[in-house]
């Protein structure tokens, strides 16, 4: 099943074209990662599909349902209330977590739950549930301050995952994390694709990438540059490619 | 007259004080959040009738601000105000001036949140009155309360100047009293009285600080 779908997004700043007409549709179970140099659009791409920017031009749809259509060359959202459900059906992980730094660990997974219709009962079993899932059991009581980066960043995982999405987009999830807490962080998600969980990774860990996607996407200037199986992309003939993956990978 | 007379006579003028510096931030604090989200507003009526609110009230005097509301029911409306109006003016003109120093220190506070925090808010489901009740204003309150501490002792303070309408608070009642006497003790003595007050307020907002210390931005 068809789980998003983007078509020719276009997305300018300022006059300038960031995005000039990316499309990618992602089915049920798939682990899709962007890669590509740094402003190349990826982010922003990511924002424009989790509708935290406006697309200037394009399509876009969560599980058949559309969100954005281009009429006349404008774009045109689905009105609040379709949005309002739409966005259920997507979590994002930020690159900064963007924790609730007010909450407790717990409360950051409770309340927006309960902002759902849950009731604190069922919410606050099931945050438990995912702080356990993510080895986090021990820090409900605790607030965002008192963990390291790669704990907060789990937080905000269970966080997302509490809200049971279908879709879970990663916004360089381990960008702001120093190497030692980055491994923890992406055993999670290493967790999450083995349990099928479909994503969509901005990521710059090459490596990383290339053993938890089913797919990759390959972005430069605004436009995909090169997208298949992480295994075509690594054993690209293309030059700009090789020299990427090369540089990032270590080898 | 003797020091414990002028002391008791001050002492009585200092709960009118007090009384105008609680009642002034039991309306103002409050009354600073709708100005502020006027001010923020994307309406630009609204944004703009607040903005030239919180301009006139930070770009005059408090004291003609007292003088004003005072005398304007009487020379605006012809209305015949009774003796407790006195009092009810002081209060209404210090809420009125003060909400708007707060609304403007609620803003720069509102403006500091990252916008991270409104867009994981939107992610996660939170309607915008949600966002801003349950993320937005907590925070705010955090990042406001060392501006919030100054303008509290500044209004300590301002209190004296209601004696513009003769209200008898304790610097009014210091300035009788040094007049009668020809001394400047009763003034002295109210100096202290205020610096006593204001001590008092300080260690109070301190804490209030380090209550909220208990997570960081």
Not at chain 1, 149 to 156: E, I, M, N
Not at chain 2, 134 to 140: G, H
Not at chain 2, 165 to 170: L, N, V, W
């Given at each position: ?251 | ?9 001050l002492m009585s003028g200092m709960g009118v004080t007090v009384s105008i510096f609680l009642l002034t931030l039991l309306f103002s604090i409050p009354l600073g959040l709708p100005i ?17 609110y919180i301009?006139v009230m930070r770009?005059t005097p408090l004291m003609l601000q007292i003088i004003v509301i005072y005398f304007l029911p009487f020379y605006g409306f012809g209305i015949n105000v009774t003796a407790g109006y006195r009092f009810i003016a002081v209060i209404i003109a210090f809420s009125l001036n003060y909400a708007a120093y707060f609304a ?47 303008e509290i002792?500044t209004l300590v303070k301002d209190t004296s100047l209601s004696f513009a309408i003769a209200t008898a608070e304790m610097f009014t009642m210091a300035k009788q ?17 205020y610096?006593?007050f ?20």
């Amino acid at each position: 099943m068809e789980l998003l779908r983007v078509e020719n997004c276009r997305k300018s700043f300022d006059g300038e074209e960031i995005l000039k007409g990316i499309s990618l549709s992602v089915n049920e179970g798939e682990v899709v990662s962007v890669i590509g140099p740094s402003g190349s659009g990826k982010s922003t791409f990511l924002r424009c599909a989790c509708m935290l920017e406006t697309m200037d031009g394009g399509f876009l749809a969560y599980a058949g349902k559309f969100a954005a259509k281009e009429e006349n060359g404008k774009v045109v959202y689905a009105p609040h209330v379709e949005l309002k459900e739409i966005r259920k059906t997507y979590g994002l992980v930020f690159q900064n977590f963007n924790l609730f730094p007010h909450y407790t660990v717990l409360k950051n997974v409770v309340e927006p739950q309960m902002i759902a219709g849950k009731t604190r009962e069922e919410a606050e079993k099931k945050a438990l549930e995912c702080l356990e899932k993510l080895g986090l059991s021990d820090k409900a009581k605790n607030y965002p301050c008192q963990l390291s980066g790669g704990q907060q960043q789990r937080v905000s995982i269970a966080r997302a995952l509490a809200l049971e999405p279908k879709v879970l987009f990663f916004d360089e999830p381990t960008s702001a994390l120093d190497p030692e807490l980055t491994g923890e962080v992406l055993k999670v998600i290493r967790d999450l694709a083995a349990l099928h969980m479909t994503m969509i990774i901005v990521t710059h860990e090459m490596n990383f990438a290339r053993e938890v996607s089913d797919r990759m996407i390959f972005m430069e200037n605004g436009v995909i540059r090169a997208e298949g199986k992480p295994d075509d992309l690594f054993n690209s003939d293309d030059e700009r490619l090789k020299s990427f993956m090369g540089k990032l990978s270590g080898n | 007259m003797s020091l414990d007379v002028i002391f008791l006579k001050l002492m009585s003028g200092m709960g009118v004080t007090v009384s105008i510096f609680l009642l002034t931030l039991l309306f103002s604090i409050p009354l600073g959040l709708p100005i502020t989200l006027a001010r923020m507003s994307k309406n630009k009526v609204l944004s703009a009738l607040s903005g030239i609110y919180i301009s006139v009230m930070r770009g005059t005097p408090l004291m003609l601000q007292i003088i004003v509301i005072y005398f304007l029911p009487f020379y605006g409306f012809g209305i015949n105000v009774t003796a407790g109006y006195r009092f009810i003016a002081v209060i209404i003109a210090f809420s009125l001036n003060y909400a708007a120093y707060f609304a403007e220190i609620y803003r720069s506070g509102i403006q500091s949140i990252p916008r991270g925090q409104y867009e994981a808010a939107l992610i996660l489901g939170y309607s915008n009155t949600q966002t801003f009740i349950r993320i937005v204003m907590p925070q705010m309150f955090k990042r406001v309360l060392p501006a919030m501490t100054n303008e509290i002792i500044t209004l300590v303070k301002d209190t004296s100047l209601s004696f513009a309408i003769a209200t008898a608070e304790m610097f009014t009642m210091a300035k009788q009293i040094a007049a009668k006497e020809a001394s400047l003790m009763p003034l002295m003595a109210a100096g202290v009285f205020y610096y006593i007050f204001n001590f008092i307020v300080a260690i109070i907002c301190k804490k209030v600080e380090k209550h909220f210390d208990y997570y960081k931005i």
